[in-house]
C-alpha cells in the first residue's frame, strides 16, 4: 500500500512539473476559481464502525451530498493544475442488532491538488480526467446509550470524468463523475460524486 501511494505521489507530482513547464512557453496563463454541488453515493466500510461495538451489530450508511471548491491555473489548452477543499455532509446510519436505538454519522473533509488533463473538441466544450492526492479527515460520532466518536486522518485518491461548457471564455459550468478512496487510518473512505458546478476564468 506504501509503495502505490508513493507512485501515485510521484506520479501526480511529474504530471504537474510537467505541465508547468509549458508556462514560459505561453505568453500568458490563466487561473479560475469555481465551487459545486454534488450527489455523493456512499461506499463506506461499514466494519469500521462495527469494531466499535462488542456486538455484531448491522450497518447500512445512506447517502448524503457535498460541495467543493477549487481554484486551478490553466497552463495550456490541455493540462491544468488545481487546487480542492471538499466537504461530504455526515452519512447517517442506525445501529441494529443491540439494544437502545444508537445511530452513526460520519462525515469528510478533504485538501488536496489535482491534475486536469483536457481535450478541447469544441471552443465552448472541453471534456477532461483527471486524478489528484490530498489530505482526509473523517470524523465519526455514534450516539445512543454511550456516546463515542472517533476521528481519523490520512491521504487519499481521486480520479474523475467530467465536461467543462464554456460561455464567453470567462465563466463555465459542468458536470463531474468522481471516484473518491482514502489509505490508511481513512481507508474506510470510500464514496462516488456526480457534482455540478460553475466556474469564473480570469
Same mark, same amino acid.
Given at each position: =500500500?506504501? !509503495?502505490?501511494? /508513493?507512485?501515485?505521489?510521484?506520479?501526480?507530482?511529474?504530471?504537474?512539473?510537467?505541465?508547468?513547464?509549458?508556462?514560459?512557453?505561453?505568453? +500568458?496563463?490563466?487561473?479560475?476559481?469555481?465551487?459545486?454541488?454534488?450527489?455523493?453515493?456512499?461506499?463506506?466500510?461499514?466494519?469500521?464502525?462495527?469494531?466499535?461495538?462488542? @456486538?455484531?451489530?448491522?450497518?447500512?450508511?445512506?447517502?448524503?451530498?457535498?460541495?467543493?471548491?477549487?481554484?486551478?491555473?490553466?497552463?495550456?489548452?490541455?493540462?491544468?493544475?488545481?487546487?480542492?477543499?471538499? $466537504?461530504?455532509?455526515?452519512?447517517?446510519?442506525?445501529?441494529?442488532?443491540?439494544? &437502545?436505538? *444508537?445511530?452513526? !454519522?460520519?462525515?469528510?473533509?478533504?485538501? &488536496?491538488? @489535482?491534475?486536469?488533463?483536457?481535450?478541447?473538441? +469544441?471552443?465552448?466544450?472541453?471534456? $477532461?480526467?483527471?486524478?489528484? =492526492?490530498?489530505?482526509?479527515?473523517? *470524523?465519526? !460520532?455514534?450516539?445512543?446509550?454511550? #456516546? +463515542? !466518536?472517533?476521528?481519523?486522518? &490520512?491521504?487519499?485518491?481521486?480520479?474523475?470524468? &467530467?465536461?467543462?461548457?464554456? #460561455?464567453?471564455?470567462?465563466?463555465?459550468?459542468? =458536470?463531474?463523475?468522481?471516484?473518491? /478512496?482514502?489509505?490508511? @487510518?481513512?481507508?474506510?473512505?470510500?464514496?462516488? @460524486?456526480?457534482?455540478?458546478?460553475?466556474?469564473?476564468?480570469?
Amino acid at each position: =500500500m506504501r !509503495k502505490f501511494i /508513493l507512485i501515485c505521489i510521484v506520479s501526480l507530482s511529474g504530471l504537474i512539473i510537467l505541465g508547468s513547464s509549458s508556462i514560459f512557453a505561453q505568453e +500568458k496563463t490563466s487561473f479560475y476559481i469555481g465551487a459545486s454541488l454534488s450527489n455523493t453515493w456512499s461506499q463506506l466500510d461499514e466494519a469500521h464502525t462495527k469494531e466499535l461495538f462488542y @456486538n455484531n451489530v448491522g450497518v447500512d450508511f445512506d447517502d448524503s451530498f457535498g460541495f467543493k471548491f477549487r481554484g486551478g491555473l490553466i497552463l495550456n489548452e490541455y493540462f491544468s493544475a488545481e487546487g480542492i477543499i471538499e $466537504y461530504v455532509a455526515p452519512f447517517e446510519s442506525d445501529i441494529r442488532g443491540i439494544s &437502545g436505538q *444508537y445511530k452513526t !454519522k460520519i462525515d469528510v473533509f478533504t485538501a &488536496g491538488a @489535482n491534475a486536469k488533463c483536457t481535450l478541447p473538441i +469544441k471552443e465552448y466544450f472541453v471534456p $477532461y480526467v483527471l486524478f489528484g =492526492m490530498g489530505l482526509f479527515n473523517s *470524523y465519526e !460520532k455514534i450516539s445512543g446509550r454511550y #456516546y +463515542k !466518536k472517533k476521528t481519523d486522518w &490520512g491521504i487519499g485518491s481521486r480520479i474523475a470524468i &467530467g465536461a467543462d461548457i464554456i #460561455y464567453q471564455h470567462n465563466y463555465s459550468v459542468g =458536470m463531474e463523475l468522481e471516484h473518491v /478512496l482514502g489509505f490508511g @487510518n481513512v481507508d474506510h473512505i470510500q464514496y462516488t @460524486n456526480i457534482s455540478i458546478g460553475a466556474a469564473y476564468r480570469f
